[in-house]
């Protein structure tokens, strides 16, 4: 696995896609013509040996795959914007690390897209001005922030807690922002 910044640097103007778990459970033809296809080590240990998905990954290594590990810093950024829009409580570590290796890309200033069905990945991606592209999902329509209330006695939280410390119901989220989405390439 390669955790080599500078392979980001060279002055290749091809696009980067980067490859989340579900755009290779799904088995769909990636189109690599012209792109450097990208994931982290996360995604790679989220397949479990044996299996057509396992088959899918040795494949796309095989045609030139590239593992990398995102930047603490970048790690560190997707929490905070996460916990802004809400998202932190959907997303896995894998999904951090793919929004971060994507912020390190777009950092680099290159022209990047995610490959994903999930539904945070893309909202986020859609808040940091990052291109993504969905598999077999429609994908969203609304960028989204989440929020958090009591269902009992309505109290509103700024983070995802479980138990209302008011009168002890259960946090709900919901939300409380819908934006249209535009896409930019």
């Known amino acids: 696995m390669n955790n080599n910044k500078n392979y980001f640097s060279s002055k ?11 755009s290779i459970f799904s088995g769909k033809f990636i189109n690599i013509n012209n792109v450097k296809i990208v994931t ?3 995604v790679i240990k989220e397949i ?23 930047s603490k810093e970048s790690i560190k950024k997707i929490k905070i914007i996460s916990t802004k ?17 994507a ?10 897209s995610i490959l994903t069905d999930d539904y945070s990945i893309q909202n ?34 700024n983070k995802n807690i479980k138990i209302c410390s008011i009168c002890g119901s259960e946090i709900k989220n919901y939300i409380s922002i819908k934006k249209n989405i535009n896409k930019f390439k």
């Open 12 to 22: 290749n103007n091809l696009k980067y896609l980067i490859l989340d778990t579900s």
């Open 40 to 42: 982290t080590s996360s």
């Open 48 to 70: 479990s040996p044996g299996g057509k998905d396992y088959r899918n990954l040795q494949y796309l290594l095989e045609i030139g795959l590239k593992v990398f590990e995102p």
């Open 85 to 101: 829009t809400g998202d932190i409580s959907r997303l896995s570590q894998t999904d951090i690390e793919i929004l971060s290796l």
């Open 103 to 112: 912020l390190d890309l777009k950092d680099s200033k290159k022209e990047i």
């Open 124 to 157: 986020i991606s859609n808040y940091l001005k990052i291109d993504y592209s969905n598999i077999s999902q429609i994908g969203i329509k609304k960028r989204f922030i989440w929020s958090y209330k009591c269902t009992g006695c309505g109290k509103k939280f």
